[in-house]
């Protein structure tokens, strides 16, 4: 096959106050005309930087390419990191096109959807106005927006996730370009919406003859669209090869924990296996929970009375008012939903964004108000009491939120963001207790004592999450509600988290509602499983049951949409 992209001996570095740190470290591939190449690996191991680099979006300083070329053959061949400004413009939208990773920053919110797709076509057709809207609404039917019009005139905080992403597909295809780069594009995304994605771009590579590269730390994801793919560790390229061989047959011990750490359909394990499993044990093998192991778990859980108790419980939002400021419809976020948890218990909540799985965990929490239903904890309805009455319970029923980015103060050190909560409910009898009992927590969640007086800008999203954990467990709750909160996590640090969860649960005594649009990850958590769809309940049992035989065809149709199974 012609070649379309080679890279080689690329290596790049950045500068700054603590030295330089060689980010891509000496790669060389290529990529074919017409073929999907996955490059694959955790945070940090030089994908997307290596992507900006073809698309010479690096910012220089603090990046420095050190060495190394990319030639890109259509139609004639040139070196990119040659090329002076202008032409590298005229190159990049028009015939390399980047899909980024979050939709949400890389659309401008003060512009309309559309305008921002026409903005594309005019600079590189040079069409007029009325040309390049009839072209961006064409661009919004083919990528199966529905509505392609409204969404023309939408901005970007009107539309969901999946048809930000789209427009932002449309955006990148505006042009026809030879090559698409597209940087972790499913990563936040609901399987089905992630799915949709897949067969949307799967169906634009065949009919336009397209290139992909396609960079993602889920191999999952990889197996469904990539024809080769390449694994990246710290910069370097380790193992390389057609997908089917690499994921059946990994030979690089790192390349094996990343296929063994992503969670299973299958099986479910005693303790999720990682990467640094596998690096340092060759032949490190991972320990399955039987049938009889898990019955013999849900009976002794189900021995006790449930600790929370939900009651035909119902939520709405106001969804249009009259002139007067009074609603005159509602959205029912949820829907008289019911289910019990029991202590000790793992209880899944999944379904897609906007199922009302975010809402049903916060008006636990009372951090959201009911309209209707009830919520009994330890026999005491929650609903019924005051706000003075309920900071008891606030103790007991804390909550990790999905963004461990929003979640912390970046002008508090993490050591205060722990000790603080301890300070509002008086727990201890001084601050020189609050900050032991702070150290402590830390080194519960497998962070160190002399990371206390740091800031959340100096931590990894995985180490966040961990000091979010740490903040929750600084009341002594006995109930935790995850929401979504290894979604944006690698595979190898979300089986870290998973494992730090079980640990905590077994060292506590910790009861979990535990969130997730993930129904692998849900497989591999929970003991038992509520299924939402439009607020209302859809499924609610045992995963094991509900996998295997599900009744609904909404059930059915999001264990479909899991990758790679």
Known sequence: MTKLLEINNLAIEFNSERGTTRAVNGISLSLDK?????IVGESGSGKSVTA?????????????????EILFHQPTTVNLLALPKKEIERIRGAQIAMIFQEPMSSLNPVFRCGHQVTEAIQLHQKTSFAQAKALTIKLFERVKLPDPTRIFNAYPHQISGGQKQRVMIAMAMSCNPSLLIADEPTTALDVTVQKTILDLMRELKEELGLSMLFISHDLGVISEICDRVVVMLQGKIVEEGPVDKILRQPEHPYTRGLVACRPSLKRKLWRMPTVPD???????????????????????LQAEPPILQVKNLTVRYPAQKNWLGRPTEWLHAVNNVSFDIF?????????ESGCGKTTLGRTIARLTEAHAGEIWYKGTDLQSLSEEAFQPYRREIQVVFQDPYSSLNPRMGIGEAIVEPMQV??????????????IELLEIVGLQADHYQRYPHEFSGGQRQRICVARALALQPRFLVCDEMVSAL?????????????DLQEKFGLTYLFISHDLSVIKQMCDRLLIMNLGQTEALGYPEEIYKNPEREYVRRLIEAIPGE
């Open 278 to 300: 596998f690096l340092e044990n060759r032949h490190f093998e991972s320990r399955v929970v039987t049938l009889a192991e898990t019955q013999a778990r849900q009976k002794n």
């Open 343 to 351: 202590p000790g218990e793992t209880f899944g909540l999944a379904g």
């Open 34 to 38: 017409g073929e999907t190449l996955g």
């Open 490 to 502: 690698d595979v190898s640090v979300q089986a870290t988290v998973l494992n730090l969860l079980m």
């Open 52 to 68: 900006l680099s073809i698309m010479r979006l690096l910012p220089s300083p603090p990046a420095k390419i050190v060495s190394g």
């Open 425 to 438: 409910h008086k727990l201890h009898e001084n601050d020189r207790a609050r900050r032991e009992k702070a």
